[in-house]
């Protein structure tokens, strides 16, 4: 084998892992902001319709943000298996 051969995993597993960090990354950005969303359906309570918008546009936030984390551990953990 030659030496660029050998080299590919490691490369690759390089990659995943910046990939997996930047999943992880964003999912923390998207779960933040979606906790003020939540936060901010409190003050809409006079109007229901704003109310449940709020809520569920940032409990959908929150799950967005929450997938983006697990994906980003999963690609992770996947990372130190190849190692």
């Known amino acids: 084998m030659s ?33 003020p969303v939540l936060i ?3 003050f809409a309570l006079e109007r229901p319709h704003a109310a449940v918008v709020n809520a ?7 799950l967005i943000g929450v997938a983006c984390m697990g994906f980003g551990v999963m690609v992770l953990r996947g990372v130190k298996k190849l190692r």
Do not use: H, N, W
């Open 3 to 35: 030496e660029s051969e050998k080299k590919a995993p490691k490369e690759m597993s390089t990659g995943a892992q910046r990939d997996g960090e930047i999943y992880i990354a964003l999912g923390i950005f998207i779960a933040a902001i979606g906790v």
């Open 40 to 42: 901010g359906t409190a």
């Open 56 to 62: 569920v546009c940032g409990t959908v936030l929150l």
